[in-house]
């Protein structure tokens, strides 16, 4: 018997994007290039989507499979950016994972978040800044 799913990932979007704040490239851009201390820019991609595509300059990465535990104080996989007082802005690919994780971290108490509609596609497309992937040093 096929499964019958009950809430899809329309009405999950449509949730997500009803209540958390979406920023349009440009002022997600203007907001990039004011330097404002008091943002974190989240780059939730796979590390090799940044690998192949780059990465808005000084944004923080954490993989979509990781934030909840990134974010909780409790979890042993916490990271202590996400203790901050600051605005967290999150961007994927295209906008749809990032608005997941928006709500998802909004959920959990993290605020104020924020996501970038179209994602780092449409970053790129309209001439955002963007930084090669860089290997770690060992």
């Known amino acids: 018997m096929p499964q019958t799913i009950t809430r899809g990932i329309k009405a999950m979007l449509d949730e997500a994007n009803s209540s958390i ?66 605005k967290f802005v999150f961007y994927c690919a295209g906008g749809l994972r990032s608005a997941l994780a928006a709500k998802t971290a909004q959920d959990m108490g993290l605020k104020p978040v924020a996501h970038i509609e179209g994602g780092f596609g449409a970053w790129r497309d309209a001439g955002g800044p963007i930084e090669a992937w860089a290997p770690k040093k060992k």
């Open 21 to 86: 704040e979406t920023l349009t490239t440009a002022d997600a851009i203007a907001l990039h290039k004011s330097g404002a201390s008091d943002v974190v820019i989240v780059d939730i991609r796979d590390p090799r989507e940044i690998e192949r595509d780059g990465k808005i300059p000084g944004s923080f990465s954490c993989t979509r499979g990781m934030l909840e535990f990134w974010i909780d104080p409790q979890s042993p996989y916490a990271k202590p950016i996400f203790q901050e007082d600051k």
